[in-house]
């Protein structure tokens, strides 16, 4: 496991002598970077700030409008990183732009996958020769935890990371699932944040899951009787291939519409697709990191809100 070097003063007693109620009060005007250095001052405020009722306590920081998320990574040149993000307007016009702020920058030397974030945090996975590692970041707090490497199996195996959260026990779970055609078999390992020591264990599964390659949700409108509904969207004229590069769809937002990006561009920009209507808005955007690397993945997520969690 490594973390970003974090040093606390072993004289905390002018800090510690300023009241809990105080300390918080102060921490709630903050920005959550600024919230996050304070785990620097003392032991007492790192305590504070690494409480699991977080939320309770700085509730202001942890209802923050949704915001797009842009992961830029895999660049033709090198793998490298980028985590940045935007505001999300909810009803933009055609003259829109947006900017978005850089989080997170780094130089692989693997390359990686992107999982889609959860509650705050953004997992990749990288690999290498014969081993995959995975990376958990939090793009607010600047935060990554690195995990113990994994040995692959190899061709004709395939391997695939889950990201989630058990909010049962309240903690990030890491699923490693390997899947061997050639027998049938498959192998299942869990890694869990938040633990001193951070290894894999493996774990057994009675039900057969088979990786799929594109991430997604298939969603089952009727559990009890397992019934599944078909809506078809005629596409618009702007959307065909003899129009436009291909487009990917990031997701929907809370106003119902679309969310349409070019997942392969130096010239970005994000389409509002509005399926009643069947009007795309267009809204350009500048994004850090494509400005230095030719031909990288953008990696579009909708209602992304940054959590002061701490790893």
Known sequence: MTKRKQHVSGDNSVFDQISVDLIVNIMSKLPVKSIAQCRCVSKLWSSIIRRPNYNMLFPAKSQAAPRFLFIVANGLYGPNFFISSS???????????????????SIATDYCQICPPVN???CRYMYGKDFIYVVVSNPITGENVTTPKVTTKGYPSKEKIYFGYDPVEEQFKVLFMTWLPSSGSHEYQVL????????????????????????????NENAEE??????????????????IESVFSAGMIGTGEVVLYRKYAQIFYILYYNLEKN?????????????????????????????????
Not at 235 to 243: A, D, I
Not at 290 to 299: A, M, T
């Open 120 to 122: 705050g945090l953004v």
């Open 279 to 311: 009007i795309i808005t267009s809204v350009s955007l500048r994004v850090p990191g494509l400005d230095y690397v030719e031909y990288n993945e953008v990696h579009t997520f909708p209602n992304f809100v940054g959590e002061l969690k701490l790893m």
């Open 87 to 105: 505001p999300q307007p909810q009803y933009p016009d055609k003259h829109s732009s947006l900017e978005a702020t850089l989080h997170i920058s």
């Open 226 to 243: 397992h019934k599944w509904s078909d809506t078809f969207y005629k596409m618009p004229e702007v959307l065909r291939p003899s129009r």
């Open 192 to 219: 869990t944040l938040g633990t001193r020591n951070l290894s894999w264990r493996r774990i057994q599964c009675s039900t057969l899951h088979y990786p799929h390659e594109d991430d997604g949700i298939c969603i």
